[in-house]
């Protein structure tokens, strides 16, 4: 069974910089599209951005567009998300998930497989 961990959260300052990462171990992550999602205190879980098995495909929910980045390496069976200009609104625990598809709209229960969430916290 695949398993996922997540890493790279911690405490940031508002416009400053994470790069969180999703690392597989068991299987191999070649042939699952992954899913970052997050879910910030009392508020429902939502998707971030996802890319398909191949790199070829990369989706983003609106609200990161162009301060997001989701990339993979297969050969280290990993994919991060590099975070920039981060927000107050961005905030919460991250999840990466596995699943067979990278559609437009992320929807957790097409993901199969789920990391156990890294947090991410703002500074004062």
């Known amino acids: 069974q695949l398993q996922l961990v997540e890493s790279g959260g911690g405490l940031v300052q508002p416009g400053g910089s994470l790069r969180l990462s999703c690392a597989a171990s068991?299987?191999?992550?070649?042939?699952?599209?992954i899913g970052w999602f997050r879910q910030a205190p009392g508020k429902e879980r939502e998707g971030v951005s996802c890319i398909s098995s191949s790199g070829g495909s990369t989706n983003y929910a609106d609200s990161v567009k162009g301060r997001f980045t989701i990339s993979r390496d297969n050969a280290k069976n990993t994919v991060s998300l590099q975070m920039n200009s981060l927000k107050p609104e961005d905030i919460g625990v991250y999840y990466c998930a596995a699943g067979a598809y990278c559609l437009d709209d992320m929807r957790g229960y097409d993901y199969d497989y789920w990391g156990q969430g890294t947090q991410v916290t703002f500074s004062s």
């Open positions: 068991r299987l191999t992550l070649d042939y699952y599209a």
